[in-house]
């Protein structure tokens, strides 16, 4: 059985250091994590905190099943349940430190491919997807801010501000792509006028510094994809923004150690 007692059970399973997963516990267990009981006052457990915190990252990692998860933790495919419910939110509280407001910011959408077409829809990527937008720190490389998912046939321009984005950023510097042209208050690359051959030099020189800048989150969002529930999320829509926030906070503190 996978256990946190195992140190060689734990990189591979949540992609952090036994020192990183050991801080992250703590971090669960300040948060209330050793007081929630399981469905019932006064029933315990089976599983120590660190044991269900594992559970819960090995899940994001793997994307297994309920009933594939149980047999690997040594518990029933119900209690897989009752623990991604209770711990989840856990993790998902807050994602970083809170940083200067005149730190640059990176942001860009994402699609997740998402079974819940109660908010998925039908995508460039060809399957029922919901845009997830994520901003990170241009300087840390951390992730700041994460957006309530959109459906995926919205563009970047729209779900920018219908997920909140645009509010979570208010005040801050932020470097976008072409794609959220409609938003004045962000920086974007520049583009040839109507009947214009090409751009002068110095735009040029401008739009490769861009592309630099915004490359780091495409690395953010390849990262964060190792996590393969955000490959194929198969729960309810609704607990996306949790899921994806938990990640946020795995990501940064594999960065941070």
């Given at each position: 059985?996978?256990?946190?007692?195992?140190?060689?059970?734990?990189?591979?399973?949540?992609?952090?250091?036994?020192?990183?997963?050991?801080?992250?516990?703590?971090?669960?267990?300040?948060?209330?994590?050793?007081?929630?009981?399981?469905?019932?006052?006064?029933?315990?457990?089976?599983?120590?905190?660190?044991?269900?915190?594992?559970?819960?990252?090995?899940?994001?990692?793997?994307?297994?099943?309920?009933?594939?998860?149980?047999?690997?933790?040594?518990?029933?495919?119900?209690?897989?349940?009752?623990?991604?419910?209770?711990?989840?939110?856990?993790?998902?509280?807050?994602?970083?430190?809170?940083?200067?407001?005149?730190?640059?910011?990176?942001?860009?959408?994402?699609?997740?491919?998402?079974?819940?077409?109660?908010?998925?829809?039908?995508?460039?990527?060809?399957?029922?997807?919901?845009?997830?937008?994520?901003?990170?720190?241009?300087?840390?490389?951390?992730?700041?801010?994460?957006?309530?998912?959109?459906?995926?046939?919205?563009?970047?321009?729209?779900?920018?501000?219908?997920?909140g984005m645009?509010?979570?950023?208010?005040?801050?510097?932020?470097?976008?792509?072409?794609?959220?042209?409609?938003?004045?208050?962000?920086?974007?690359?520049?583009?040839?006028?109507?009947?214009?051959?090409?751009?002068?030099?110095?735009?040029?020189?401008?739009?490769?510094?861009?592309?630099?800048?915004?490359?780091?989150?495409?690395?953010?969002?390849?990262?964060?994809?190792?996590?393969?529930i955000l490959?194929?999320?198969?729960?309810?829509?609704?607990?996306?923004?949790?899921?994806?926030?938990?990640?946020?906070?795995?990501?940064?503190?594999?960065?941070?150690g």
């Amino acid at each position: 059985m996978i256990t946190a007692s195992r140190r060689e059970w734990i990189e591979p399973f949540t992609g952090l250091s036994p020192a990183q997963f050991r801080k992250l516990v703590r971090l669960v267990a300040e948060r209330g994590g050793e007081e929630i009981q399981d469905g019932r006052p006064g029933r315990q457990w089976a599983l120590e905190l660190p044991d269900r915190v594992l559970l819960v990252a090995t899940y994001w990692r793997t994307n297994l099943t309920m009933r594939q998860l149980g047999p690997l933790f040594g518990i029933s495919h119900s209690a897989v349940h009752r623990v991604l419910d209770t711990l989840g939110p856990l993790l998902a509280l807050a994602p970083v430190r809170k940083r200067r407001v005149d730190q640059i910011a990176i942001v860009d959408g994402t699609l997740v491919p998402t079974r819940d077409h109660t908010l998925a829809a039908s995508s460039k990527n060809y399957r029922y997807s919901t845009n997830l937008q994520v901003a990170i720190d241009a300087d840390t490389r951390l992730v700041i801010a994460v957006g309530d998912p959109q459906p995926g046939n919205r563009n970047d321009t729209i779900a920018y501000r219908d997920s909140g984005m645009k509010d979570q950023l208010d005040g801050r510097p932020v470097v976008a792509d072409g794609g959220y042209q409609g938003n004045p208050d962000v920086i974007l690359p520049y583009r040839r006028a109507r009947g214009q051959e090409r751009l002068p030099a110095w735009q040029d020189e401008w739009n490769t510094r861009h592309r630099q800048v915004r490359a780091t989150i495409e690395h953010c969002f390849a990262r964060m994809k190792t996590y393969k529930i955000l490959r194929d999320y198969r729960r309810s829509a609704r607990t996306l923004h949790t899921t994806a926030v938990g990640i946020a906070l795995l990501h940064n503190l594999a960065l941070t150690g």
